[in-house]
């Protein structure tokens, strides 16, 4: 079995080329992830995103705490650095500052059931060129995520639309990430800039990173094994690998998440990855990722054609995608414990004042 990931032409994907979309879910099934050329993002667009954004994070930290917080869960705005970690950290931070915002307009009513997943999104003063390309490329992302997934239908025998109705108003948002400098004490640790683990949303999108040096000028990734590694599963390796995931040059990424794996009752696996940092101190990098969500009210339980015993029995029990959104992101420390109240009968308060009224 190869273990080289498939490079797809979304334009072919466009022009329902057999081929491409038989590619594109061997991949996703064999690796979870794929890498898409003739995507249409600017490159230099991106780059001037991470930029502006890096721009950005020269500001005092007290500033950047103004955009964002933990009243919103982190969803909106900055994101300090040792705020989140993955599931199986063994609470490790991930060593990265982000900014969170949705390009896509979202259900208004969701707004009052979801307050910090459907939040408002929060700009600084005096940089419209950062919001400008920020929404841009998130909205020409989206678009990507559509067609992958419309492909995804096609192979999968479902219905036309089937994903692009389950994800109408979801909770999707882009996200900018700026790893941080490591020292040498850090490299010999071992320590990561993101610990493994898998996303929980449904389709995950990234369209290339950007390293920067210890004069803080853009430069050439590092060719020491540091970026994106996904562990891969095969019959030789059923324990799993660790193989690059960085896309060749021009190309993107898309991943799976934990969401579509359900859905797919498994035929599609979620990816595990991990971020590796360079072998050098004083080398950052910026990344941007767009993270598409199934609708809040959709119920997260394997789709009927994928619906077995087998299925139903790993994937149980079915859960509302909202309520695994928030368990999750207290999981993952962006959200309050406090949060998971609501999630259960909250009643109880109320009954005890009326038994002792």
Known sequence: MSLNIPVVSLDALRANDAHQAQSLTHSLKQFGLIHIKDHGIDENEVNELYDCYRAFTRLPDEEKAKLGGADVWYQRGWTPPNTEKAVIANGQPDFKECYFIAPIEMDAELKLEFP????????????????????????????I?????????KVLGLPENT?????????HVSRLLRYLPITEEQIQSSILWGEEHTDFNLLTLLPGGRFYDEKDQACPAP????????????????????????????????QIGQQLEILTG?????????????????????????????????????????????????????VM????????LVDIGLAPTSALD????RHYSRLEKQRNG
């Open 266 to 318: 498994g035929r599609f696996v979620a990816t595990p990855h991990v971020i590796t940092p360079p072998k050098t101190t004083g080398y950052t990098r910026m990344s941007f990722a767009h993270f598409m969500h199934v609708h809040p009210h959709q119920l997260l339980t394997p789709l009927a054609p994928f619906r077995t015993k087998e299925t139903i029995e790993a994937y149980r029990p079915p």
């Open 163 to 171: 994903f692009k109705q389950l994800i109408e108003g979801g909770a």
């Open 223 to 254: 060719k020491d094994g540091s970026g994106l590694f996904l562990r891969a599963h095969s019959a030789e390796h059923p324990e799993g690998i660790l193989l690059s995931g960085t896309a060749p040059k021009g190309c993107m990424v898309a």
């Open 342 to 345: 609501s999630l259960g009968y």
């Open 116 to 143: 910090e997943l459907i939040a408002e999104n929060i700009w600084p003063t005096d940089m419209p060129r950062f919001k400008e390309l920020y929404l841009k490329i998130g909205k020409q992302v989206h678009e």
């Open 321 to 328: 995608a909202g309520s695994y959104d928030i368990k999750t």
């Open 145 to 153: 995520g559509l067609v992958l997934l419309a492909a995804c239908e």
